[in-house]
């Protein structure tokens, strides 16, 4: 028999699913394809169930039973794209690990033309969008304009009209990995950890089925949790606000008063009510602002794991858990000798995932 703890893989794929059950097994047959065109037989797929409501996980428990090279992630709960994403970092083993959602959008068939251009020396190579197949003109517009203004507010070049389509290498995952920040948006993350960074243009396809998992609320909080991450300018604006407001008010007491000096009746009640309201909404607008990054403080102080695996199915094996739910290799390690002992197949411990 095979080790069930080989060498680490040459690729790993993250692949956050909510509510995929209608994609997931198209997406595994494209995705399987792809990894044997570009790495042979050395690879692994990391199935992240991010607390669907559908039939997802099931299907995951199927398909990760019929081919060992699928590994099935369930989160205990929703935890949002983002740390579900980070969840798959937490098991993914490869010596290069890719993302990618599972709606289809992102061609699983670009991995090998990612993969040659790693070869080339790039640390990371990332899927830039240069159309978006099947997608409304609204969102087609606004994350046109999204980016162009996070480009301007940001304090990191972060490349424009991408998503968390790229490759990395195992240091860059893991250097992404071990971030701890839980309002996490991605592809600033990989953006500030530097390294050579090349793009790869790709034409962003229809899903495959079902829809859209990111509705304008949750684009919202996204684009929130974009800026305040990498800008302090929306706190800069607030203030040159503030400082604009005061000035104003400042030059209506003094009209206030050469008015009175004058003997001259104040003028009446609605230009009063119109200025009270003008710096009272600014008041509001400030605070609002300064609230979205004092919330954000409070989220990180707390320290609480930012995602917590209720399961880990590789190759037909439950893993053990500890902790917060990351798997426990030592553990796994013990249980697969057991499982084997009768047939006498040595188990090789699992690499090392630190960055070097």
Not at 36 to 64: C, K, Q, Y
Request: with cysteine; net charge neutral.
């Amino acid at each position: 028999m095979t080790s069930a703890y080989p060498s680490p893989p040459q690729v790993s794929v993250v692949v956050p699913c909510f509510n995929e059950e209608e994609t997931i097994a198209e997406f595994c047959r494209r995705m399987t394809a792809a990894c044997e065109a570009a790495a042979g037989g050395d690879f692994e797929i990391v199935l992240v169930d991010d607390g669907s409501r559908d039939g997802t996980w099931p299907a995951i428990e199927t398909l990760a039973a019929a081919d060992p090279r699928l590994v099935g992630v369930r989160l205990f709960r929703n935890h949002g794209h983002q740390l579900a994403v980070t969840a798959g970092l937490s098991v993914a083993a490869g010596a290069r690990v890719m993302l990618i959602d599972a709606d289809l959008q992102d061609p699983p068939e670009l991995l090998g033309e990612m993969m040659a251009r790693m070869d080339d020396g790039a640390d990371v190579v990332y899927g830039r969008r240069i159309s978006r197949e099947g997608e409304s003109w609204f969102k087609t517009w606004t994350a046109a304009k999204f980016y162009r203004a996070l480009d301007r507010l940001s304090s990191v070049p972060i490349p424009r009209d991408t998503g968390d389509f790229r490759l990395m290498t195992r240091r860059v995952a893991d250097i992404l990995a071990a971030m701890p920040e839980r309002h996490r948006f991605i592809r600033g993350m990989v953006s500030w950890i530097g390294g050579r960074q090349v793009e790869l243009p790709y034409e962003l396809q229809a899903r495959f089925a079902g829809v859209t998992k990111y509705p304008l609320r949750k684009m919202i909080a996204f684009a929130l949790d974009a800026i305040t991450s990498f800008s302090t300018k929306p706190l800069r604006i607030a203030s040159w606000l503030g400082a604009a407001v005061s000035a104003m008010a400042f030059g209506l007491l003094a009209y206030t008063l050469i008015v009175w000096l004058s003997g001259d009746a104040i003028p009446g009640w609605a230009s009063s009510l119109t200025a009270s309201s003008l710096f009272a909404g600014t008041q509001l607008l400030v605070l609002g602002i300064m609230g979205e990054y004092i919330g954000r403080i409070v989220d990180e102080v707390k320290r609480r794991p930012l995602f917590i695996i209720g399961a880990v199915r590789r190759g037909g094996i439950d893993m053990p858990l500890h902790g917060a739910g990351e798997p426990s290799y030592d553990a796994a390690i013990a249980e697969l000798r057991r499982l084997h002992a009768a047939s006498g197949a040595a188990v090789t411990p699992p690499p090392s995932r630190k960055a070097s």
